[in-house]
């Protein structure tokens, strides 16, 4: 026999969703810091593409396979550890991540031949495929319900991470040598412990959990999901894509089109992905203001303008308009994994790690296919073709209304008599 919910019971259990879904502001900042420091680790590499080009007379074509090697690796295995994670949550599992990352970047500063190359950024590979769907994971349960803004401000640290690797090549390890990649190795150590926190946290925040039921939302029909999956799937490729030909190539484009020193065009890379950090956080809060379909839409077609202008441009107008592409462009991807997330309740991790792995994957064979391209017709007639990616963004009409948000109902359970 059972008796209702007493006030006290209910009051009770308002205070506990009170306290689930407030923002950990400070776990996500953790994250975001975490996620900076692992992708200043994993930029290093492709600001080192001209050092191995030049030492060892490295092809685009072989250059794109470096990039292939590393985002292949982590593409294939963020799934199935994002989908590990849901039905079995590890505690250790960031830190250890990081560890993976750590040992990739202690090959790569030893790296002497091709082969080694590519074993190093296939450790790193394995460390990324770990950290992203499970900080992504965390990040969400830490939003307290702002998942667009959780999710931005954990991507805008990797973007900036992303952004720093070409400057801190620029003036460390080109002067310096490939050994002064060691120095890098601090980053990981000190991401290992802000990591150790927040596995914590988690670990707590889940006990806390136990406690509070989540009312699920209506469900869209399986054959919908599965369409507007694939949707989803062919925009991130166009932005993917053409954020390839950006991340891979943009410096030798820089240097044999306008003539610069190698410096200059690692800053001037670097401009650009400090504008694709700044779009990522700005992403967050439009999605939860305006909706996660007016972003993605917004943001992959509204760029059309930009990339088609870009190859026609002078070196000034080059990093104006850059910048332009770079906020706008990237806006997408915290609105695309909260959209897809949403669309699939229970399946976060598996959710983010399909999306980071495809971004992976994608400009992974994205980069091999340039580069293989780029041998043959050069750069400028690469970055002619990539200007018109952007125009598969009319592909979000197909989108459906995205569904009203699940509200969270706390579910006390009546005392047994």
Known sequence: MTTAPTYADVESAAERRKSAETTAVGVIVALSASHMLND??????????????????LS???????????QST????QPLIGLAADRRPMKWIL?????????GLFLLAFAKTYL????????????????HPEASRVARAASGGRHGFAQSLFQVGGNFGQSMGPLLAAFVVVPFGQHS???FTILALIAVFLLIRVSRWHATHRAQRKHVSIAAGPSLPRAVVIRTIAVLIILLFSKVLYLASIGSYYTFYLMGAFGVALQTAQVMLFVFLASVAAGTFLGGPLTDQFGAKFVIWGSILGVLPFTLLLPHLGLVGTAICSIAIGLVISSAFSAIVVYAQELTPGNVGAVAGLFFGLSFGLGGIGAALLGAIADCTGLGFVYQICAFLPAIGLLGALLPD???????AAIAKPPAV
């Open 116 to 131: 080694l190359i590519l074993a190093s950024v296939a450790v790193i590979g394995i460390g990324s495929a770990v950290f």
């Open 60 to 70: 685009f074509f072989q250059v794109g396979i470096i990039t292939f090697v590393f």
């Open 40 to 57: 200043v680790m994993q930029s290093l590499a492709p600001a080192l593409y001209p050092v191995f080009r030049d030492e060892l007379a």
């Open 402 to 408: 995205p569904r009203a948000r699940p509200e969270a």
């Open 95 to 103: 830190p250890v991540g990081m560890a993976f990352t750590l040992i």
């Open 74 to 77: 982590a593409s294939l295995l």
């Open 181 to 183: 990649v060691l120095a």
